[in-house]
C-alpha cells in the first residue's frame, strides 16, 4: 500500500503539496491529473525516492521493485535490443551475480562454496527469464512501433522521438510491482498507443500514470487522483468517471457556497442596516460575530482560465512558399544525402490551413523542419514570398530552450536575436508583462527552465513564438505535454490567426478545429489527402498493416501468396427512422403600447405616486410594529439568557432553553421581515 498522510511537499519557493492525504492500494491502476505545473512529476519523484517529504508521513512497501521510464535521451551504441534488455533488472542483477559467482568458482575451482554458489546463480538466471529475455524485448520493441530491421540498430541512431519510446519499453522490460509512467503517450502515434493500452491492461502491479489524453487515461486506469490546490483528491473511476464526479462534487460545493454566500449577505446587509440605526447597534453587534463565526465554504476559485492570441501579422506574402521538385531528407556526415521525400512541388498560400498527416517515420518532421530552415534542402528549390515570418514550434522542444536561463533571459535573448524586426516590446516590463499573459507570475519569470515543469515548458515555448509575430506557422506537435485547458487555448488562438498554418498533431480534436485541408506524407512523397480524419485513421491502419507485411516480407525469404480478401456481408440498412415534428405554438406578440399625450402623463404619474403612497403606507406600518416586537422579543430573550446564566431548577432549564430557541426563530424571522419591509420600502420610493 502506499500512503500519503498530510504529506507536505515544496520545490522552490512553490508548496506543490499542502498536508495532502491519499492511499493506493496493490494493483490499482491509477490516473495522476491535474494542470500544466501542479506537481504531478513531483509527486513520481517522491514515490521513486529522488525527493523527500518536507512534511507527514510518505510510506511505500520497501520489498517493492519499481519500473519507470527514464527521462533523459538515452546516448549508445548498444543495439536497441540489448538495451531493452538491460531494462529488466532483476535479469541484470542475476547475470551480474553468476559473472561474480563463475570468477570465483574459476579461482577456486575444487572450494564447494564456490560450487554451490554457481549452482544458485545459474539457477536464479534461469529463474529471472534469461533465455526468453531477447524474444521478449523485441515484442516490446515491435509493440511500440519499430520495424524488425531496426532490432539490431544501435540507440544512437534513431531520432528523439524514437529513443524515448526505447525508453519506454525498457521500463517495461523491467519486471515491477509499481510501474510509474509520466505522460507515455508523447512520443507515440496511434498505433503504438494502441498497444501500449492492450500492455498495460494485462498488467498486474500497481500502476500509476500521468497523462493529458483522456482516451487512453480511460483506457487503462480505475482509479484517479487529481491534483489541485495542493491537495490530493482520490476518485474511485476511470477519467471520464473523474470528471463527472467531480462536477458533481463542485455542483455540490457550489451550491453550498452560494447558500452561505447569500447567507452572509443577508447578515452584512441587516449589519449595515442596523448599524447605521444607534438604537439597533447591539442587535447588529451580534450579528457581526454571527458573520466572524460562520466558517465559509471555500470557494470554487473558477480555474482562472487562460486564453492569448496571435498577433495580427504584418504582412501576408502571397504565395507564402513554393515547393519546386524538392527532395526533403538527412545529410549524412560524409556528405550524402538520405532522401526520404521527393519530388514534392506545392505551393503554400496565405491563409491555407493544412494539417500535415502520415504514419511516425514517414518523414512529417523532416518536411517541417526544412521548411522552417532547421535542416538543409536535399536537392529542388523553396521559393519564399517576400516578409515571410516563420514561427517554428519544434516536436523536440526542449532543444530551444536553454537549461539554466529563466523565461526572461529567453525574451530577452529573442529580442536581441531579432534586433530591428523585433516587435515593439523591448523593455523588460514590457517583456514581463508579456510573459504573465502566458500565465508566467512574477517568480516564474525568474525560474530556471531546467526546474519548470513538461507544461510550463511548452508554454513558454509558444509564447517566444508568439511574440515573433509570424505569418506561417509550421507546429510539429504542440500540444504534447500541454493539459486540456492549455489545448484549447491553443486551438482557439490558432482559429484566430490570420496567417497560414501548417500543423503537424497526433491531437485529432486539433487538427478538426483548426486545419481545412491536410496532406498526406507517406510512401516518400507529399500528396493531398482526399478524405476527414475518419478516413485518415483507416489508412493509419492500413498503412501500419501494409509495413509489417513489408517487414515480414522482406525478413521471410519466402513470399506468401496473398490471399484474397473474403467478401464482407453487407448489413442490410438500418430501418428509416421516423421523425415527428411537433408544431410549436407561435408566440403571440405584445401589442404595442398606445402613444400617450403630455396631459395624460402627467396624471399617470400622479396616479401612480398616489398608488405608491398607499402601497407604502400598510409596510410602513407594518415596520413600525416590528420595530416595536423585535425590542421586546429582544429584551426577553437578554432576560432570558441572564436567567438561564444563573442556577436554575432543571425543570425549568428545558422550558426556558426551549423558548430561547423559539425567540431566535422569532427574531430572526423578524428580521429578514425587516429586511422584506425596507427593501420594499426603498424600491417604492
Ligand atoms: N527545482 C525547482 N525549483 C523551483 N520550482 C520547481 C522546481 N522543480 C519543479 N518546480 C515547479 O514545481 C511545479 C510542479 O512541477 P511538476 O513538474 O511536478 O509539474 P507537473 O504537474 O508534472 O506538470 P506538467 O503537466 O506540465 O508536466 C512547477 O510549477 C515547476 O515549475
Ligand atoms: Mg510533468
Not at 517583456?431 to 504573465?436: A, D, H, N, P, T
Not at 409596510?619 to 438561564?644: F, G, P, T
Amino acid at each position: 500500500m502506499i500512503i500519503l498522510n498530510n504529506v507536505v511537499l515544496r520545490r522552490g519557493t512553490k508548496v506543490l503539496l499542502d498536508s495532502a492525504s491519499v492511499t493506493l492500494n496493490p494493483g490499482e491502476k491509477v490516473g495522476l491529473v491535474g494542470r500544466n505545473g501542479a506537481g504531478k512529476s513531483t509527486l513520481f519523484a517522491l514515490l521513486n525516492g529522488t525527493l523527500h517529504e518536507d512534511g507527514g508521513d510518505f510510506s511505500i512497501p520497501k520489498q517493492w521493485r519499481m519500473a519507470q521510464v527514464a527521462q533523459h535521451m538515452p546516448e549508445t551504441e548498444d543495439s536497441a535490443t540489448d538495451f531493452v534488455v538491460a531494462g529488466d533488472t532483476r535479469l541484470a542483477e542475476a547475470r551480474e551475480a553468476l559473472a561474480k559467482a563463475e570468477a570465483l568458482h574459476a579461482a577456486n575451482p575444487d572450494d564447494a562454496d564456490a560450487g554451490m554458489a554457481l549452482g544458485q546463480a545459474y539457477s536464479d538466471i534461469a529463474d529471472a527469464g534469461e533465455h526468453d529475455a531477447v524474444p521478449r524485448a523485441q515484442a516490446l520493441i515491435m509493440g511500440l512501433g519499430f520495424k524488425l530491421h531496426e532490432l539490431d540498430r544501435p540507440v544512437n541512431s534513431f531520432s528523439g522521438g524514437w529513443r524515448m519510446r526505447l525508453q519506454l519499453a525498457r521500463a517495461l522490460m523491467c519486471p515491477s510491482d509499481l510501474l510509474l509512467l509520466d505522460e507515455p503517450t508523447n512520443h507515440l502515434d496511434l498505433d503504438a498507443l494502441v498497444w501500449l493500452e492492450a500492455w498495460l491492461q494485462k498488467y498486474d502491479g500497481t500502476m500509476l500514470v500521468i497523462s493529458h489524453d483522456r482516451e487512453f487515461l480511460d483506457a487503462v486506469t480505475n482509479v484517479t487522483v487529481h491534483i489541485e490546490q495542493a491537495k490530493l483528491t482520490r476518485y474511485g473511476g476511470n477519467y471520464s468517471k473523474f470528471e463527472d464526479m467531480r462536477a458533481l462534487r463542485m455542483e455540490q460545493q457550489q451550491i453550498a457556497h452560494e447558500r452561505q454566500q447569500e447567507k452572509i449577505a443577508h447578515l452584512q446587509k441587516f449589519i449595515d442596516r442596523f448599524k447605521a440605526k444607534a438604537s439597533k447597534a447591539k442587535q447588529a453587534q451580534s450579528r457581526v460575530k454571527a458573520l466572524a463565526r460562520m466558517e465559509r465554504v471555500a470557494p470554487l476559485l473558477a480555474e482562472a482560465e487562460f486564453t492569448f492570441s496571435f498577433k495580427e501579422p504584418a504582412n501576408l506574402p502571397n504565395p507564402m512558399l513554393s515547393i519546386t521538385d524538392a527532395s526533403f531528407g538527412y545529410l549524412q556526415e560524409d556528405g550524402s544525402a538520405t532522401t526520404i521525400l521527393s519530388g514534392v512541388s506545392r505551393g503554400v498560400l496565405a491563409g491555407q490551413r493544412i494539417g500535415i498527416l502520415g504514419a511516425n517515420g514517414q518523414g512529417k518532421s523532416t518536411f517541417v523542419k526544412t521548411v522552417a530552415h532547421d535542416l538543409p534542402l536535399v536537392s529542388g528549390t523553396v521559393t519564399e514570398g517576400k516578409g515571410l515570418a516563420i514561427g517554428y514550434f519544434a516536436q523536440q522542444e526542449l532543444d530551444v530552450l536553454h537549461e539554466t536561463s529563466n523565461p526572461l533571459e529567453h525574451m530577452v535573448r529573442l529580442a536581441r536575436e531579432l534586433g530591428s524586426a523585433a516587435p515593439a516590446a523591448r523593455t523588460e516590463q514590457d517583456l514581463r508583462g508579456f510573459l504573465g499573459s502566458f500565465n508566467f507570475s512574477g517568480d516564474m519569470v525568474k525560474q530556471p527552465v531546467g526546474t519548470m515543469s513538461g507544461g510550463e515548458k511548452a508554454r513558454l515555448v509558444l509564447a517566444m513564438m508568439v511574440w515573433q509575430r509570424p505569418n506561417l506557422l509550421l507546429l510539429d506537435e504542440p500540444t504534447n505535454h500541454l493539459d486540456l485547458a492549455t489545448r484549447e487555448a491553443l486551438a482557439m488562438a490558432l482559429n484566430e490567426f490570420e496567417g497560414t498554418l501548417m500543423l503537424v498533431s497526433h491531437d485529432r480534436a486539433l487538427l478538426r478545429t483548426v486545419c481545412d485541408e491536410f496532406w498526406l506524407v507517406g510512401r516518400g512523397e507529399v500528396r493531398d489527402f482526399d478524405g476527414d480524419l475518419d478516413d485518415y485513421q483507416r489508412y493509419l491502419l492500413d498503412e501500419s498493416k501494409r509495413l509489417r507485411e513489408e517487414a515480414k516480407q522482406a525478413n521471410a525469404a519466402e513470399v506468401a501468396a496473398a490471399a484474397p480478401a473474403p467478401a464482407k456481408a453487407v448489413a442490410p440498412m438500418a430501418s428509416a427512422a421516423v421523425t415527428t415534428t411537433t408544431a410549436s405554438p407561435v408566440a403571440a406578440s405584445a401589442p404595442a403600447a398606445p402613444a400617450v399625450d403630455g396631459r395624460t402623463q402627467r396624471q399617470n404619474d400622479a396616479r401612480e405616486r398616489q398608488r405608491l403612497a398607499e402601497q407604502s403606507r400598510p409596510l410602513r406600518k407594518e415596520l413600525a410594529s416590528l420595530d416595536q416586537r423585535m425590542a421586546q422579543a429582544n429584551a426577553e430573550k437578554s432576560a432570558l439568557e441572564a436567567r438561564l446564566a444563573s442556577a436554575l431548577p432543571p425543570a425549568e432549564i428545558a422550558e426556558a432553553g426551549k423558548r430561547l430557541k423559539q425567540l431566535g426563530d422569532e427574531i430572526e424571522a423578524m428580521e429578514e421581515r425587516w429586511l422584506e419591509l425596507s427593501e420594499a420600502l426603498e424600491a417604492l420610493a
